[in-house]
């Protein structure tokens, strides 16, 4: 899809929406809703950019203490990892999805989850490259591209980045 002349503007205009909404209001119908606009206005690639402009974001709010790898880069697993992923957590998170959506929890849910999970292992290596490359949005977005051969792994990448910058918005005080 063409970019129109105030693409980056508009992912911004998103990002301040979605951030707000998201980690500041833990409104996440509000955060769901600014996610469907931009994917139906500017698709999967307008979502990765979305979580690119996070990224910077939490690139320059990361502390200098555990958050950040040797080389002085925000790390990736260290903001977004909370311990192996087992049947116990998969289902604790299919459970929670299913109450947010308002239904009962069935097989496929807990299939579902398991898929989303293998995403998020499989993106967060393009999360590293994209922090690794910050300040440079435009290097940060394009390693971020790889993800957009699958919705499951477009929102694997806008979920590390929402977690990421959680961590450190709540680490800020």
Request: hydrophobic share 50%; charged share 20%.
């Amino acid at each position: 899809m063409p970019r129109s002349s105030d693409y980056w503007i508009d992912i911004a205009r998103a990002g301040d929406a979605y951030v707000h909404s998201c980690v500041h209001l833990d409104d996440m119908p509000a955060a769901m809703t600014t996610v469907k606009a931009l994917r139906a206005r500017y698709g999967s690639a307008g979502l990765l950019d979305l979580s690119a402009v996070l990224l910077l974001v939490t690139a320059n709010k990361c502390p200098v203490d555990r958050f950040r790898t040797p080389d002085g880069h925000p790390d990736a697993i260290a903001l977004t990892s909370h311990g192996p992923v087992d049947a116990l957590r998969i289902l604790d998170a299919t459970a929670a999805v299913t109450r947010y959506m308002g239904r009962q929890l069935t097989v496929a849910d807990i299939a579902n989850t398991e898929r989303q999970a293998e995403e998020v292992e499989r993106v967060q290596q393009l999360v590293q490259v994209a922090l690794d490359a910050a300040p440079d949005l435009e290097v940060m977005a394009a390693a971020l591209r790889p993800a957009q051969d699958s919705l499951g792994a477009v929102s694997a990448v806008v979920a590390l980045a929402t977690i990421a910058l959680r961590v450190v918005t709540q680490s800020a005080g």
